[in-house]
């Protein structure tokens, strides 16, 4: 079975520095898709990354990049130039075709001023 | 509609009532998910539907839960018998397809007394 782990429950940055959030996953599948999602203290969760596992290349999204090791299985999220309103809680999520969307347990990021 | 819309936003009920929850999907998209979301943690996966069938049922915690969808449109997840360990937020998310981005609701908060 397919799994998510995100070894991170809480971390800390000081506003402006870069902090790189840990994501694993376990699957025997070749073609998948994985996400980070945001959750800030509104509750609604917020695409923040999508990269195609098929891609070769990470994804990035303004102060958002993605480092997508497809043979470790790993998929960790940099944040640079931190900012406060990046507070949130951060999951890690993968998707193989027809099947249900697997998240991880979260991190959650505080962003010191 | 312009994003999912679900229905109670927060829901107050007693020990042993039923509770139905509402997800109102983006027009057109064919996969539409549920997750819990209890205080500060992760998104456990209930079910998930592909237009009207649920090809997934085993995140369902017990047979109080049940779901449905009609239409390829709207869902309603419905909980028998209410207990205090289903207080938690529901959350409904849908997509076009597989792999494309998922865009989750604001949630609706159970709280169960």
Known sequence: AQTVTQSQPEMSVQEAETVTLSCTYDTSESDYYLFWYKQPPSRQMILVIRQEAYKQQNATENRFSVNFQKAAKSFSLKISDSQLGDAAMYFCAYDYRDDKIIFGKGTRLHILP | ?113
């Open chain 2, 1 to 113: 509609g312009a994003g999912v819309s679900q229905s109670p936003s927060n829901k107050v009920t007693e020990k042993g009532k039923d509770v139905e929850l509402r997800c109102d999907p983006i027009s057109g998209h064919t996969a539409l998910y549920w997750y819990r979301q209890s205080l500060g943690q992760g998104l456990e996966f209930l079910i998930y539907f592909q237009g009207n069938s649920a090809p997934d049922k085993s995140g369902l915690p017990s047979d109080r839960f049940s779901a449905e969808r009609t239409g390829g449109s709207v869902s309603t997840l419905t909980i028998q018998r209410t207990q205090q360990e289903d207080s938690a937020v529901y959350l409904c998310a849908s997509s076009t397809t597989v792999g494309n981005t998922i865009y989750f609701g604001e949630g609706s908060w159970l709280t169960v007394v």
